[in-house]
């Protein structure tokens, strides 16, 4: 099945990817429902489990004609064989390291874009504005480690350059690495392939003062990337360096973090970025508007920030179509304008059906879709059960005869019961209100 797989990968991926990663993996057995694959080392095996494994189910399953549980281990027939031999001479660099750690770019820079006078703080991201600054007066003083977290397109990567820029600022002559959790993984990986681990470890343990590392929640799966890094970070931790982390969910939530990392990373100060609101929206649009010398009507700030709430990536995105627009055009910007521009940007109202509610419901309680159009009257599914009934009232409006309907053909009495009790347990401000806000949150995909 592999022969033919990797035939099938061959054309599909680069060559690059082939010959670097995908050629590495033989069949080592196979049973109904598995495929137990080997490759030479560890860090191949976290690399490809990362970034590679459905690109290989795919394969497999194309080439078995059914889908395989795909087990990966470690060949240690190969595991000597694979030492490489010639080792580059280690280089000498006492420049500031940033991203691409590859060499490739001479004196890489931080965006200069990315500074504190660029980023519009609000309530939704004053606690980390403020950490990062205090820690860019101070690295390494106060709040170490700083980590910050939040959804896609909130700042944190802002405020990471924005770090560094200041500290580099205020004196050039410090060692500062920025770079994605991606890319020391990707590091990590390549160098312990060619056995240079001491040239990683001098990279990321010698001479650094302020280490950055973006989006870590990367690092989830990768053993022994996250083994390297708990050193890493200790090391600097304990020199007194400073250490600035990000990544999109709480770290106390990451999931396949070692708890020792986790205990780490929560040592200093955590700090969430979230959505800003309206009134920030709007200011970080007009600022943005006069920085890229658009000329953007009050209302047209407003109906885009109106629209658009939940990346500051997104909002840059709508003005710079809208700019390009006006520009090309020549047509002044208005609402209506703008709505026609942005057509596809802003969220669109999608028919709710009670399918949908019931499968986010179930998903949310740990239960399945089965399990609420049954008959189970265990309390935790005959609740989860009136959470739904009570979904599809509220938001898609049905009758209570067409909800019975949908759950198994309940009568609709049962309905009208269930979405009371629903209705009356909603105390505003209690946990279970919490509950169902956010359940409402991800039916509607809001
Ligand atoms: P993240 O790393 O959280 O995904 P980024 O830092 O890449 O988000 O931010 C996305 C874009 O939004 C960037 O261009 C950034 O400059 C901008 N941005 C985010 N938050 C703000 C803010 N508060 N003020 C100004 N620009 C912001
Ligand atoms: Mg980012």
Not at 305 to 318: F, H, P
Not at 395 to 415: C, E, M, Q, Y
Request: with cysteine; aromatic share 8%; hydrophobic share 40%.
């Amino acid at each position: 099945v592999w022969e033919r797989a990797l035939e099938k990968l061959r054309h599909s991926t680069t060559d690059y990817l082939y010959e670097n990663w995908i050629s590495q993996i033989t069949e080592v057995s196979r049973d109904e429902r598995t495929l137990t694959l080997g490759v030479p080392s560890l860090f191949v095996r976290d690399w490809i489990v990362t970034h590679y494994v459905d690109l290989v189910r795919k394969a497999v399953h194309s080439a078995a004609g059914e889908p395989l549980e795909i087990e990966f281990v470690i060949d240690e027939a190969r595991k000597a064989g694979a030492q490489p031999v010639a080792r580059e001479p280690v280089r000498q660099s006492d420049e500031v390291v940033i991203g691409e750690i590859e060499v490739a770019r001479p004196r890489p820079k931080l965006s200069e874009r990315f500074t504190f006078e660029n980023f519009v703080v609000g309530p939704s991201n004053q606690l980390a504005a403020a950490a990062a600054a205090a820690v860019a007066e101070n690295p390494g003083k106060q709040y170490n480690p700083l980590f910050i977290y939040g959804g896609t397109g909130l700042g944190k990567t802002h405020l990471l350059h924005a770090i560094g820029n200041r500290i580099l600022e205020r004196d050039p002559k410090m060692r500062v690495v920025y770079i994605s959790a991606e890319h020391f993984l990707n590091e990590f990986v390549t160098l312990v392939k060619k056995g240079q681990m001491e040239e990683f470890r001098r990279r990321f343990r010698q001479g650094v003062d302020v280490l950055m590392m973006d989006d870590i929640q990367v690092l989830k799966k990768a053993q022994e990337t996250q083994n390297e890094f708990f050193h890493t970070f200790n090391d600097l931790h304990d020199a007194g360096k400073a250490i600035i982390l990000t990544s999109d969910i709480n770290p106390n939530e990451l999931p396949n973090i070692e708890s020792r990392l986790r205990t780490r990373f929560t040592s200093g100060l955590t700090a969430d970025v979230y959505e800003p609101p309206f009134e920030v929206r709007i200011a970080i649009i007009k600022r943005k508007a006069e920085f890229e010398r658009v000329n953007l009507p009050d209302d047209v700030a407003q109906f885009v920030a109106s629209k658009i709430s939940r990346s500051v990536r997104d909002l840059e995105g709508a003005l710079t179509r809208l700019a390009a627009h006006a520009n090309l055009t020549g047509r002044p910007l208005s609402p209506a304008y703008a709505q026609e521009i942005l057509r596809d940007l802003l969220p669109q109202r999608q028919a709710l059906s009670s399918d949908h509610v019931q499968k986010v419901v179930a998903r949310y309680y740990g239960l399945t879709t089965d399990d609420l159009r049954g008959e189970k009257r265990l309390r935790p599914i005959a609740n989860a059960r009136s959470v739904a009934m009570y979904f599809c009232r509220k938001l898609i409006g049905d009758s209570f005869p067409t909800i019975g309907g949908a759950f198994g053909n309940k009568h609709h009495t049962t309905v009208m019961a269930a979405v009371e009790r629903v209705a009356e347990k909603r105390v505003e401000g209690s946990p279970f209100a919490r509950e169902l806000e956010e359940l409402e949150r991800q039916i509607t995909g809001a």
